[in-house]
């Protein structure tokens, strides 16, 4: 029965939100991202998209793949979820994406995001220096 709940959520709450409305830049120094509007999860699965298309030089679903975790690696980009109920939540399961044009960096949290939370911010930072990229709010996974 949750299966079918959740399902129905999804279908009519579930989306993607994009977080920066004008691009911006994320490096070693942590940026913090005020939200004009609160975020809060449907599901446990829900996580945060970034674009890095133009950071991947392969063509091919798999060889983008490849460079993504060659020039991504585990833990080089940092998020929290900021939220005034609790304790930050932390995004560190990191995975690439790649389609025919597009590439990006997803990161979820090992344990599930926390339903029925509000976040009103995020806090970021990268390995490497990231620029102009938009940052996007998943909330459609299982």
Request: charged share 20%.
């Amino acid at each position: 029965m949750d299966g079918v709940i959740n399902l129905i959520k999804v279908m009519i709450w579930g989306g993607t939100t994009l977080l920066t409305p004008e691009p911006i830049d994320v490096h070693l120094d942590i940026a913090r991202i005020t939200l004009k509007k609160p975020i809060s999860a449907i599901t446990a699965g829900a996580s945060i998209k970034i674009d890095i298309t133009k950071y991947i030089k392969a063509t091919g679903v798999v060889a983008s793949l490849k460079e993504i975790d060659e020039n991504f690696p585990d833990n080089c980009i940092s998020i929290k979820l900021i939220s005034t109920d609790q304790e930050p939540v932390v995004l560190s399961k990191q995975y690439g994406g790649a389609g025919n044009d597009s590439a990006a960096v997803y990161l979820a949290s090992q344990s599930g995001i926390p339903t029925g939370l509000k976040f009103h911010a995020i806090e970021i930072s990268s390995c490497k220096l990231l620029e102009s990229i938009n940052i996007e709010w998943i909330n459609f996974s299982k």
